[in-house]
């Protein structure tokens, strides 16, 4: 019986899953920036075509709302290399 970690590897579904979220939340992060030029904002994380990203205020919260289809299509265009696709945003106020 051969152990997990060499069968994921073989597989390559684990590091892909994790290489692909992180690489998403690279270029929202990337996006993000380019449209909301002096806000704190960072992408947490991207599970089922789900992007979720942290804001400082329910006003920030509310301009994302806003914005939202444009960020979606800015981020798929980029990803679309990546045959990934998000959906939903959603923000977490901290």
């Known amino acids: 019986m051969e152990p997990l970690s060499k069968l994921l590897k073989q597989k390559n579904l684990l590091a892909h899953k994790i290489k692909s979220s992180s690489h998403i939340c690279w270029i929202a992060d990337s996006v993000l920036a380019a449209v909301f030029e002096n ?4 992408s947490i994380s991207f599970k089922n075509k789900t992007l979720k990203i942290s804001v400082p205020s329910p006003v920030l919260a509310q301009k994302i709302s806003f914005k939202r289809q444009t960020i979606i299509s800015k981020i798929n265009e980029k990803t679309k290399d990546l045959n990934v ?7 977490v106020i901290q």
């Open 39 to 42: 806000e704190a904002l960072k």
């Open 85 to 91: 696709k998000i959906d939903k945003i959603q923000t």
